[in-house]
């Protein structure tokens, strides 16, 4: 048996859930001299358990049925609509201040990547929350993979365009739907680009082929089925921001201490659970982000 040393968001799934597991196996190893003697790894890995989700996971069938979507509707409920989408062959485009701009299809971009399960709480601005076994690679290989110049500050993450895609018929909004992050966000060890979740290839209302995981913020930062990655100097326009720029910011960190206009963010709903919970400040990731904005403590971090 090997026993790699994980942390929280990088426990496996059959270690988190249900709850009362994680429970019996801590008591296992505390009661199990021979155990450890076998795997003197188990000994370190244990005090890890501090970056563990502390919640249940969701369950699938909630996490791949309750979807933001607006490219296939305003409503919750459009994961049958969904299934329609072409995710395959699937490229994606590197742009702006890259070292050479080019396109990259998805199989080949996994080939260079190596991929693994994380953890992670996910918050939606709306006030309800999962906690979801996401598989992908860290969004810093992307970065390495895309080769950005030393100039570039920002980069976004744009939506493809599908004709299942009835949303966009939808003239209100400003497609396509684009996000971005600051390049050291981006950098951050938490940062992940996602192609699966609950040990499957991510179904298409979740983004597939692959998506945005930034668990500290905001899901609505979150960009799905990602075609185009640009890098630029500037702050790039971003779909939320652009439509209701009072209450979407560009930084969208978590915080139960700002309230959406319209709503406190006190607590969270969780997903398929009659339960609500404390919201925690950069949903409790601060110990792996809060530097990043040391030194943007004048810019709207917040909402
Ligand atoms: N292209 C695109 N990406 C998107 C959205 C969207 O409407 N279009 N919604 C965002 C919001 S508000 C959230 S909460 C998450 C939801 O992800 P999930 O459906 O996997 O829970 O996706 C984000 N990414
Ligand atoms: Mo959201």
């Not at 008591?27 to 890995?45: E, F, I, M, V």
């Not at 563990?52 to 919750?76: C, I, M, V």
């Not at 299942?164 to 966000?185: Q, R, S």
């Not at 040990?199 to 799905?224: C, E, I």
Request: proline residues 7%; hydrophobic residues 40%.
């Amino acid at each position: 048996m090997r026993i790699i040393r994980r942390r929280g968001w990088e426990i496996a799934e059959s270690q988190v859930t249900p709850e009362s597991a994680v429970l019996n196996r801590r008591s296992l190893l505390g009661g199990s001299a021979a155990l450890l003697a076998a795997a003197p790894g188990l000994a370190h890995a244990e005090p890890n358990a501090k970056y563990a989700p502390g919640r249940a996971l969701t369950e699938e069938k909630y996490a791949t049925t309750y979807n933001n979507y607006y490219e296939f509707s305003d409503s919750k409920n459009l994961w049958r609509q969904a299934q329609g989408m072409k995710t395959s062959p699937w490229t994606i485009e590197f742009a702006g201040m890259v070292k050479q701009p080019r396109k990259i299809a998805f199989e080949d971009l996994l080939k260079q990547v190596s991929v693994e399960e994380r953890i992670y709480r996910h918050r939606c601005v709306e006030a309800w929350a999962m906690t979801v076994p996401w598989t992908g690679f860290p969004m810093a290989e992307l970065l390495r993979i895309a080769e950005p110049l030393a100039s570039a500050k920002y980069l976004a993450f744009e939506t493809g365009q599908d004709k299942a895609m009835v949303g966009l018929n939808e003239p209100m909004y400003p497609w396509p739907f684009i996000d971005g992050l600051a390049i050291d966000e981006a950098a951050n060890e938490l940062a992940f680009i996602t192609t699966g979740m609950y040990g499957k290839p991510l179904p298409p209302q979740n983004g597939a082929p692959l998506r945005v995981t930034t668990p500290w913020k905001y899901g609505f930062k979150q960009v799905k089925a990602v075609v185009k990655v640009t890098f630029t100097e500037t702050q790039p326009r971003c779909f939320w921001h652009d439509i209701l720029p009072n209450e979407y910011g560009f930084w969208a960190n978590v915080n139960p201490a700002v309230s959406h206009p319209r709503w406190s963010q006190a607590d969270e709903r969780l997903l398929g659970v009659d339960e609500t919970v404390p919201t925690q400040i950069y949903n409790g990731y601060g110990d792996f982000v809060a530097s990043l904005y040391s030194n943007r403590k004048s810019e709207k971090l917040f909402m």
